[in-house]
């Protein structure tokens, strides 16, 4: 906040009041001789008030705290002594600082109204020291310009710090999506630039897992709403923020893409821990069903990232309302090869495939059922007409009815195979 934005005019009247009454700058004398006295008094009241600056595990709050306690004993000393009011850069400054540091700012404005105090007071002693023609009034007049000062740097020290915040979150918010762009698309390692934003996000340390998460809700339509991204995204952060699992997250071609990390062991001594896909997992699930998410396995370093979003995308694409959250390696190879290769196959699909299909349509899906239930039985027809509650008969007669159909033997674990992945591939 510029000064021409703040009204100084009840801050200029009580300092005018002052002159007036004989305090500036005459009292300027008495109060540089305890300055000093001033900032260790403003110092002590704050620590004692205000537990968060001790409190604080960042080593710069305390020394930042006094060089500020000093600051504004100056600022005052210097108004007292019959200049004009300063453009406050001082506070604007140690807002920065503040945001910057995420120190909360309701801290700060508490340490302005103990520090009201302690300034009050060294001011009406600076006061009766000049012995005014009329104390009364001069320390009325004092106080008045005590309560409009700290009304000031209170002001100018909400502004500064919430536009610095959001400059500050934004610039994150770019370094963050530029991290996550990198880290999805891979990189090399040879470009020092994305060398040091990985380090500065923490990317190259040593024995972490990587697992990435693929969501979204059941109906993908959902994601061209922001505000559903946005709430995902919240959830998300909410569901990890009691854990020591990092995420970096951010949406992508409408689906929300996270990358979370966390140690896999302490050190090269200690034994692996449990895995980071199955732990998200059992947490994931008590999201409910407004979301489908898919789950990547662990990898060991930043480079296989993209592999992972390779496998969260797999899993997702297996994600329904049945099974909310899929892991990727818990999916079965047949189903696998099925949607690597599904495309493909359907495209230019066998013509015994066509004409098998076709007959399995005609007879209400009972030969495929019987190509599935002689697969669970090992080949054993009779315990496949069991499973299907038919006479062994019926299964040899289908089984013929399918060999005529696409030359290709169900009793044969080749051919049988053969026939059930292509089934898979054109359930799509």
């Known amino acids: 906040m510029s000064v021409a934005a703040l009204d100084l005019r009840p801050l200029r009247q009580a300092h005018a009041r002052l002159a007036d009454l004989g305090v500036v700058p005459e009292a300027a004398a008495a ?230 990390s966390t140690l896999r062991r302490q050190s090269g001594w200690t034994q692996p821990q449990s895995s980071l896909a199955e732990r998200l997992v059992s947490m994931l699930l008590q999201w409910g069903p407004s979301v489908l998410v898919g789950v990547s396995s662990d990898h060991p370093s930043t480079s296989a990232i993209p592999r992972a979003l390779r496998e969260a995308s797999v899993a997702l694409d297996f994600a329904g309302v049945d099974r909310r959250v899929v892991l990727f390696q818990a999916l079965p190879i047949r189903s696998l090869l099925a949607h690597a290769g599904g495309e493909y196959v359907r495209a230019t699909a066998p013509a015994w495939s066509v004409a098998l299909f076709a007959a399995d349509a005609k007879a209400d899906g009972n030969l495929l059922k019987t190509l599935t239930a002689l697969a669970d039985a090992g080949l054993n027809v009779q315990e496949a007409g069991r499973r299907l509650g038919v006479h062994a008969n019926t299964v040899y007669g289908r089984l013929a009815r399918i060999r005529d159909l696409t030359g290709l033997d169900g009793q044969k674990f080749h051919d049988l195979v053969e026939m059930l992945l292509a089934a898979d591939c054109a359930r799509g």
């Not at 700290?150 to 610095?164: F, L």
């Open 31 to 260: 109060m540089r001789a305890s300055a000093r006295d001033a900032v260790a008094a403003l110092r002590r009241e704050v620590l004692k008030e205000v537990r968060g600056f001790s409190d604080s595990a960042n080593p710069r709050v305390l020394p930042e705290l006094a060089m500020h306690a000093k600051a504004h004993v100056d600022e005052v000393l210097r108004l007292f002594s019959g200049a004009e009011l300063g453009d406050f850069a001082f506070v604007r400054d140690h807002a920065r600082l503040r945001a910057e540091q995420r120190f909360p700012l309701e801290l700060t404005l508490h340490a302005y109204r103990c520090g009201h105090r302690v300034l009050s007071r060294w001011m009406r002693d600076g006061a009766e020291a000049v012995r005014p023609e009329s104390l009364d009034r001069a320390v009325a007049a004092v106080a008045d310009f005590a309560i409009e000062y700290t009304d000031v740097i209170s002001a100018v020290m909400t502004a500064e710090y919430v536009v610095y915040t959001r400059v500050v979150a934004a610039a994150e918010g770019d370094r963050d999506a530029e991290l996550l762009n990198v880290l999805l698309a891979g990189y090399d390692e040879s470009d020092g630039r994305i060398a040091r934003l990985l380090r500065s996000g923490g990317y190259l340390e040593q024995r972490r897992s990587y697992c990435v998460l693929a969501i979204r809700p059941p109906n993908p339509a959902e994601m061209d709403s922001p505000d559903r991204a946005r709430r995902i995204l919240t959830s998300l952060a909410e569901l990890l923020s009691a854990t020591t699992i990092g995420s970096l997250a951010g949406l992508r071609n409408g689906v929300v893409v996270a990358v979370t």
